[in-house]
């Protein structure tokens, strides 16, 4: 890799916007040794990247020890401030295109996108040096001063959308809770085509009653305080919460059936909003935990709730702000909070701290 007095890196050239860049693969030892952070005690407009936020590094290295066999990364981007020569193989139109990059010991690297990814791999190798012989695609930029830099930046990040929760959820292997959600949908009449795959969000018109992301969220509360090893194992009960769940809220079966659209549902009842979904979750799995021979029948009253929005009295400052949906985790709590003291559970010190200063609030403003 390194000849004396340069760098040297396998590299296929390419030509974008009329300037030549390189793609090269590197192996994920040299990355913190080679590719420097801009320095980040400058102020902003005089640095090519943004600050490092560290916070996300070590979910980032999680990541990669914990998934060492099929972890997945994209390309680092870097400018080289410096002379490189790149010196083809052969002639003809291949071996004009692939050779080796020489770079001088005394180049600058810039990462200009990837700086979290190299963070994460060099606190990865402290804990696994064995991946330090893998490897990393980079592609080098060459140079032109930090006006440069900072566009290419701007450029690389102007149109880059993260993936719907939705989305990322339904293309998730690793999750168990997504694995479940998935399986619930799969298997049950509740879920079955009622559900948005894709998107976070729906639209008044969508024929879809909930969306994977809600649905996911639901699941994570409702399981969150059981123990299991498999999610195979707590299938069954999570199933049987939301069809026992969905048999006392005939509203969703009207969906289904297409006697009600989404829309008029949604707009008229709280039950099929995300907040609330959470909320039933969370109130689900102490009510299985508190009553496990006994909760199918304790559900049933749920029937006995006013869920439309109508019910202030109830909803606003929970599920509601102002006759709209509110999705903190403040709301979900309260709204849990209500649905449990329907049930006749206990709430949990946290949840009674979250009652009483919304008891303060209301008594307040009243």
Not at 122 to 143: Q, S
Not at 263 to 273: A, D, M, P, Q, V
Not at 305 to 312: A, C, T
């Amino acid at each position: 890799m390194r000849d004396i007095g340069e760098y040297v890196f396998p590299a296929i050239r390419g030509i974008q916007a009329q300037r030549e860049y390189y793609v090269s693969m590197v192996p994920v030892r040299l990355l913190p040794k080679l590719f420097l952070f801009d320095d980040e005690e400058l102020v902003p407009e005089l640095r090519a990247q943004r600050q490092l936020n560290s916070s996300r590094v070590p979910e980032l290295s999680r990541y990669i020890l914990e998934n060492s066999d099929n972890y997945v990364f994209s390309a680092i981007t870097v400018s080289i401030d410096g002379e490189v020569e790149f010196q083809r193989i052969a002639d003809g139109a291949l071996g004009n295109r692939v050779g080796s990059l020489h770079v001088p010991l005394t180049a600058r690297f810039i990462i200009n996108d990837g700086q979290h990814r190299r963070a994460a791999i060099e606190r990865a190798l402290r804990e696994k040096p064995e991946l330090g012989d893998e490897t990393i695609a980079v592609v080098f930029f060459l140079d032109i001063g930090l006006a440069r830099c900072q566009q290419m930046f701007a450029d690389l990040n102007r149109y880059a959308v993260r993936p719907s929760k939705s989305l990322g959820i339904l293309y998730d292997h690793r999750d168990e809770t997504a694995q479940l959600a998935k399986a619930l949908i799969a298997r049950s009449p509740v879920f079955r085509d009622v559900v948005e795959l894709e998107k976070t969000s729906l639209s008044p018109r969508s024929r879809c009653l909930f969306t994977l992301s809600a649905i996911y969220q639901a699941t994570a509360e409702l399981v969150g305080g059981m123990e299991y090893g498999d999610p195979i194992d707590i299938a069954p009960i999570a199933l049987s919460f939301w069809e026992s769940l969905a048999s006392c809220l005939n509203e969703w079966d009207l969906v289904r059936r297409g006697e009600l659209t989404s829309g008029e549902l949604r707009s008229t009842y709280i039950h099929s909003h995300g907040v609330a979904l959470q909320a039933l979750g969370r109130a689900g799995g102490c009510l299985i935990q508190c009553h496990p021979d006994k909760w199918r029948e304790k559900i049933a009253t749920l029937a006995e709730i006013d869920w439309r929005r109508e019910n202030g009295i109830l909803w606003e400052g929970r599920a509601l702000s102002g006759g709209r949906m509110s999705r903190g985790n403040q709301n979900i709590v309260l709204t849990a909070n209500a649905i449990k003291k329907h049930l006749g559970l206990e709430l949990s010190p946290e949840e009674q701290r979250v009652e009483d200063a919304f008891a303060r609030g209301t008594h307040e403003l009243g």
